[in-house]
């Protein structure tokens, strides 16, 4: 008996050991942030002045904002359902591709993982000048949409581009999982008769299933806290068509001429708790179907 | 041995500890000698450290700020002045300073957002600094410096340079339609004819530029006899009569077909557009000129007073000042500092390179005016022009008004029905000031 | 858990000839996707290499493809204009960004099999709430941290940098996903062996989980190597400046030349390509685990 518990109290300890570095960025830089922040969503705060307590306020303040309810909400929302299924399909597509032995396998996936090195500048400057009224893509397409400064394809664009910009980094994830996947696992299977979609389906994907988890949920969370290409091309517009959640926190916390921090705050939280919800939802389909 | 170990490192340390936080980095390399302390902090004058905020200028505006820099070290060896440039975005990490009390001493306030600070107390009134220096309110130009004087009565910013707007006129565009340039006695219908004569939009040129933009729309308002907001900031005038009906003139540029919007003619600043010879008469600031010198040297162009409206002239004043931090230990020192950026020396300096107009009004007879008149029109637009400042909700303000522009262009909203909405969603912004 | 899942379907012979036909023209289709995407995913960049070696004047002019006029302006400007700073920027950014490769990179894997395969208190809601951490956005999280920065005195220092750094959420949740991944047979023999977990994870676990720390500590350089904001805000002297802080300094109050920002721009990819270039050979697959074959 006192092995055991002996035993059990030395995982304890090593597992402590193990996440004290982690645990000190975590108490010293998140947790106090957090709490702050989450203090902050129940004041008035304008940066300058020290705070002051108005309960809910702030989120009874939300339940009736146009901007928010009427533009933010659906457009973070309409953002979160269509990129993160399609970079998620694409890139895991592309590392299943640059996984076999093909020629050239290092070429292609430097040239893949090109956008996700590509800075916010040169993404504004670029691509910008791509989607311009005259532009290459108009061209190309034979169209003559004002892409960015349409309130309906305004969002739609920046969709693309965050596609393009994020599949490599999303594809050098689903690499590095599927270099876990031993060849040995495959090579008893070839031996049992097994072709390649049924791999596929019964070592592959089960096998995968932590780091698509991984990927769906970094996935979910980046596309509800969208900002930097929003911020660079569009600043919410036009019309507020690009207005995600995530820009309105900065726009109320900084661009203000009276910045709203505990309202921006409180906007935070509700953010973080819709974030949270979808991940359990898709936890439970994907990482552990039987249990959550 | 001991002992000797311990002395070693306590000296070590010292010398460390005393050793200053920075030299200033003027691109024009010159030893600045510090003093360096054995022990104790013992000196015989001691130099004071101001730290100087802006946000960033290319490298040219740099290495001009830096010489300016230099001259003031010369003129005040006590004062070491620590230039710390933003190099991104300067409001949110001012604010984050502010906030925090850990701001520079001196640093850029934008008129825009001034009245915020200057209701907070955050800046340090000026005046018995100005007494004591000899340097009076007269000296600078009056709409510019009354723009930061706060509701006291206390000046707490001296203007640094400032902008307006001129009609810039592609002169080719002109001659080949037969039309004498604008003048300064032009009026508003002086502006829709040109416009008309000029614009072929079949080769994707268009008489006038007018975007939806609140950094523009505004002088026509003024040149109506309008205001944006009442005198006291506290409600807005968007709904009024001058508003939309100079509103109407606006847009109806684009209506017929003799106006564009960026976006239109593919580029994302009209300035562009008007230097690839794509509009032919567009409403921009002094930093068109040396953004043509550079990029379109071979364009022929010319600026004059925007036209006069059926109310009169108007115009919009863009002003930066330097302001001291009331969480500043050495207010003194970096009046000093500001005092010498903004004397007549100084400023005849930056005139000279053409980057920025002074704010002091004698300058206006200097000799650079005489071989640069485009400069001189932007320099004069202050005279009867209001700054660009709309209270501590401006920003609100200036996003309805480039809404409702917007929604004009882009979704042939009623532009009355437009301006209406927009006062309604700035009386309610102005009605959450807690 | 995963050994037990995965135990090989039926035989089915007959399905391979029925593939036979798709076998046939599925390279050419393949290798078509491949060069699509490629030529999609390189463009923009292309297209900025191209601009940046041009003159100001022709920016955004065509040709698209080739740089002509060609000039090497820019990227002179980049590098001298800033003289004596340029350097120190570059300096100061390879320290934060390689230190914490190094750092980030073993903290989060000592974390992440902590959370896969050990158990103790408190652990589901450790995780769970290491994961809130990441829903927070963090504009509302910059003051506080600016604070707490200050309070350390580490204002205006790259320690600002890299003391927040060393250990991160995503890392360790990164980790966790990957060790929940491999297969325990290694882990189990050791432990049957009588090793404690330290020697287990050190001697054992960390050499065979190359493609994971790799793919960290790459991640981990190019976030820290393209940093703005945090940088931005507890950095002061431009002496103490990051590449990407120094690179903004291009933008003007008055104009910006844009050529020479797309040309410092380079600096910011250029080394992270290169890097995953080299090091992406080590995705070599296969942890060999002869000798545990079943049966």
New interface residues.
């Given amino acids: 008996m006192p092995r055991i518990r002996r035993r059990?109290l030395?995982?304890?300890v090593?597992?402590?050991?193990?996440?004290s570095?982690?645990l000190?960025?975590?108490l010293?830089?998140?947790v106090?942030?957090?709490a702050?922040?989450l203090y902050?969503s129940f004041t008035?705060f304008?940066?300058?002045?020290p705070p002051?307590w108005?309960g809910l306020g702030n989120y009874l303040y939300l339940l009736r904002d146009a901007l928010f309810l009427q533009k933010a909400i659906p457009n973070t929302l309409k953002y979160v359902a269509v990129v993160v299924p399609v970079q998620t399909v694409i890139s895991l597509l592309?590392a299943f591709?640059?996984?076999q032995e093909?020629k050239f396998r290092?070429f292609?996936?430097?040239?893949?993982?090109?956008?996700?090195?590509?800075?916010s500048?040169?993404?504004s400057?670029?691509?910008?000048?791509?989607f311009?009224?005259?532009?290459?893509i108009n061209q190309i397409l034979g169209l003559s949409i004002?892409w960015?400064?349409?309130?309906t394809f305004a969002l739609p664009t920046i969709m693309i581009v965050n596609i393009?910009a994020t599949?490599?980094?999303m594809m050098?994830?689903f690499?590095?999982?599927?270099?876990?996947?031993?060849?040995?696992?495959y090579e008893?299977?070839m031996i049992?008769?097994?072709?390649r979609?049924?791999m596929l389906r019964?070592?592959t994907i089960?096998?995968?299933r932590?780091?698509i988890?991984?990927v769906v949920?970094?996935g979910v969370?980046g596309c509800?806290?969208v900002?930097d290409q929003i911020y660079v091309m569009t600043a919410g517009?036009?019309?507020?068509s690009t207005t995600t959640i995530?820009y309105l926190?900065?726009k109320w916390?900084?661009?203000?001429?009276?910045?709203f921090?505990g309202r921006?705050?409180a906007v935070?939280?509700v953010?973080?708790g819709m974030?949270?919800i979808v991940?359990v939802i898709q936890r439970r389909l994907i990482e552990r179907p039987a249990e959550v | 041995m001991k002992r000797f170990l311990l002395l070693l490192a306590v000296l070590a340390l010292a010398v460390t500890a005393c050793v200053p936080a920075a030299t200033p980095t003027p691109a024009v390399t010159r030893e600045v000698v510090v003093t360096r302390v054995e022990v104790t902090k013992e000196v015989e004058k001691p130099k004071i450290t101001v730290r100087l905020s802006g946000w960033a200028a290319n490298p040219q505006e740099t290495a001009l700020l830096e010489s300016l820099l230099y001259r003031c070290s010369l003129k005040n060896p006590d004062v070491v002045v620590k230039y710390e440039p933003i190099t991104g975005d300067y409001w949110a990490k001012i604010k984050t300073l502010v906030a925090s009390k850990e701001e520079p001493d001196i640093y850029y306030m934008d008129i825009f957002q001034f009245p915020f600070f200057v209701s907070k107390g955050v800046l340090v009134p000026l005046d018995d600094y100005m007494a004591k220096s000899g340097v009076k309110k007269e000296d600078f130009i009056k709409t510019l410096i009354d723009a930061f004087t706060g509701p006291d009565g206390k000046v707490y910013g001296i203007p640094k340079d400032f902008n307006t707007l001129a009609l810039f006129y592609n002169k080719d565009l002109f001659a080949k339609a037969g039309i004498p340039e604008p003048n300064e006695n032009w009026t508003w219908d002086d502006l829709k004819n040109a416009a008309r004569k000029l614009s072929d939009p079949a080769k994707g040129i268009y008489g006038l530029g007018v975007p939806a933009d609140p950094g523009r729309f505004p002088i026509f308002v003024f040149q109506n006899g309008g205001r944006i907001m009442t005198p006291d900031f506290k409600d807005t005038l968007l709904d009024s009569p001058e508003v939309i009906e100079a509103a109407k003139f606006y847009t109806s540029f684009r209506a017929e077909k003799i106006g564009a919007i960026p976006s239109d003619v593919g580029v994302d600043w009209q300035g562009t557009a008007f230097g690839q010879g794509k509009l032919a008469m567009v409403f921009e600031g002094g930093w068109l000129i040396p953004y043509l010198r550079e990029q379109f040297p071979n364009l022929k162009w010319g600026a004059t007073f925007p036209p006069k409206g059926p109310k009169g002239r108007g115009n919009l004043i863009f002003t930066v000042a330097y302001v001291i931090s009331k969480n500043s230990k050495n207010p003194e020192a970096a009046w000093k500092t500001i005092e010498c950026l903004t004397s007549e020396e100084s400023q005849t300096v930056v005139l000279s390179t053409g980057f920025a107009l002074p704010s002091r009004a004698k300058l206006t007879e200097h000799e650079y005016f005489k071989t640069h008149p485009e400069s001189l029109v932007i320099f004069k637009g202050a005279e009867f022009g209001t700054p660009f400042m709309w209270g501590l909700r401006g920003d609100v303000v200036n996003e309805q008004m480039g809404k409702a522009l917007e929604r004009i262009y882009l979704e042939g909203q009623d532009v009355g029905a437009s301006f209406k909405q927009a006062a309604e969603e700035v009386r309610k912004a102005l009605k959450e000031q807690q | 858990m995963a050994v037990e899942a995965m135990a090989p379907a039926k035989p089915v012979v007959r399905y391979r000839d029925e593939f036979a036909w798709w076998d046939r023209i599925k390279k050419p289709i393949f290798y078509g996707v491949l060069i699509g995407w490629s030529v999609v995913a390189a463009t923009p960049f292309f297209l900025t290499v191209v601009f940046s070696l041009k003159p100001l004047t022709h920016l955004y002019e065509p040709p698209f493809l080739l740089p002509i006029p060609f000039t090497l302006e820019n990227y002179l400007k980049v590098v001298t204009e800033f003289r004596h700073l340029f350097p120190r920027w570059m300096l100061n950014s390879a320290f934060v960004a390689g230190l914490l490769a190094v750092v980030r990179t073993l903290f989060c894997a000592m974390g992440g099999y902590a959370f896969a395969r050990l158990r103790f208190p408190g652990r589901d809601l450790l995780f769970w709430a290491m994961l809130v951490t990441m829903m927070i956005p963090g504009q509302v999280t910059l003051i506080p941290n600016f604070l707490i920065i200050r309070q350390m005195k580490l204002l205006d220092s790259l320690m600002a940098l890299i003391v927040p750094g060393i250990a991160g959420a995503f890392g360790v949740f990164m980790m966790t996903q990957f060790y929940k991944n491999l297969p325990r047979e290694l882990e189990e023999a050791a432990m049957i062996d009588g090793a404690g977990w330290f020697t287990i994870f050190f001697r054992i676990v960390l050499p065979i989980s190359r493609p994971a720390l790799l793919t960290l500590a790459l991640f981990t350089f190019q976030g820290e190597w393209n940093a703005f904001m945090w940088p931005l805000i507890v950095l002061n002297s431009p002496e103490k400046f990051t590449l990407p802080l120094g690179l903004s300094w291009f933008k003007g109050e008055y104009y910006t030349v844009y050529s020479v920002v797309l040309a410092g721009s380079m600096f910011n990819s250029v080394p992270i390509l290169l890097l995953f270039f080299l090091f992406q050979g080590y995705f070599t697959r296969g942890i060999a685990l002869t000798g545990l074959r079943e049966g």
């Fill in positions: 059990q030395g995982e304890w090593a597992a402590y050991v193990l996440l570095p982690y000190f960025v975590f010293v830089f998140n106090f942030a957090i702050y922040a902050l008035y304008d940066l300058f002045s002051r108005i592309l591709a640059l996984d093909i290092r292609f996936r430097t040239l893949f993982y090109v956008p996700s090195v590509t800075s500048v040169v993404i400057l670029i691509f910008l000048w791509l311009k009224k005259t532009g290459v004002d960015l400064n349409s309130p393009w599949t490599g980094t050098v994830i690499l590095a999982g599927l270099q876990d996947i031993p060849v040995t696992y008893a299977a049992d008769g097994a072709n979609w049924q019964h070592i089960p096998l995968l932590p780091v988890f991984f949920t970094m969370i509800f806290q900002f517009g036009p019309l507020d995530a926190i900065y916390a900084f661009q203000s001429t009276t910045p921090m921006a705050s935070a939280f953010l973080a974030i949270l991940t």
